[in-house]
């Protein structure tokens, strides 16, 4: 191998599957976010017309967390973190007394968030709206990333390999 790549295939092996899961955790309180399933919805349709997958909870693939923190702080007036994150499997082993042990793990891969304040009843709609535009800058850094990470693995192999990985990651 003439050179070392240090790149997060996290993001090679998400953009290969496109396939995710999502999670909904509302920490939301005196009626500031009524609607999170609407929010997952949005974030759902989003990752659908990117081409992804929705799957249950499977330890493998990426799970994106639609998630709002906030509370009401008075007269009908809320003020709520809106988030979304998305978390990936990593493999990693360890020896052991002579075996090898694999564990998978997971890491963050991507979060972003936004800070609202204002009135309760346009809340909801901002809510969904934010995480909207959240996971639009989520598919969009999956983009530029992937192919980064593609670029790099291919130009670290050497030239004698690089058709054999070109072809294989593109």
Same mark, same amino acid.
């Given at each position: 191998?003439?050179?070392? @790549?240090?790149?997060?295939?996290?993001? =090679?092996? !998400? &953009?290969? *599957?496109?396939? #995710?899961?999502?999670?909904?955790?509302?920490?939301?309180?005196?009626?500031?976010?009524?609607?999170?399933?609407?929010?997952?919805?949005?974030?759902?349709?989003?990752?659908?017309?990117?081409?992804?997958?929705?799957?249950?909870?499977?330890?493998?693939?990426?799970?994106?967390?639609?998630?709002?923190?906030?509370?009401?702080?008075?007269?009908?007036?809320? @003020?709520?973190?809106?988030?979304?994150? =998305?978390? !990936? &499997?990593? *493999?990693?082993? #360890?020896?052991?007394?002579?075996?090898?042990?694999?564990?998978?793990?997971?890491?963050?891969?991507?979060?972003?968030?936004?800070?609202?304040?204002?009135?309760?009843?346009?809340?909801?709609?901002?809510?969904?709206?934010?995480?909207?535009?959240?996971?639009?800058?989520?598919?969009?850094?999956?983009?530029?990333?992937?192919?980064?990470?593609?670029?790099?693995?291919?130009?670290?192999?050497?030239?004698?390999? !690089? &058709?054999?990985?070109?072809?294989?990651?593109?």
């Amino acid at each position: 191998m003439d050179g070392a @790549a240090f790149v997060d295939a996290r993001w =090679v092996h !998400a &953009a290969n *599957a496109m396939t #995710f899961n999502t999670a909904i955790d509302d920490q939301v309180r005196n009626g500031c976010w009524t609607s999170a399933e609407s929010s997952k919805d949005v974030v759902e349709l989003e990752l659908i017309r990117s081409g992804a997958t929705l799957e249950e909870e499977d330890g493998f693939h990426p799970s994106v967390f639609v998630s709002a923190l906030g509370h009401e702080t008075g007269d009908y007036h809320c @003020a709520v973190n809106v988030e979304l994150s =998305v978390w !990936a &499997a990593t *493999a990693s082993s #360890f020896v052991r007394e002579g075996r090898e042990i694999g564990t998978l793990t997971h890491t963050l891969l991507w979060s972003s968030n936004s800070l609202l304040t204002g009135d309760r009843v346009s809340m909801n709609e901002r809510i969904r709206s934010t995480h909207q535009q959240l996971i639009q800058k989520f598919l969009i850094a999956l983009e530029k990333n992937d192919r980064y990470a593609r670029e790099q693995m291919i130009e670290s192999v050497g030239e004698e390999h !690089a &058709a054999f990985w070109k072809a294989i990651l593109e």
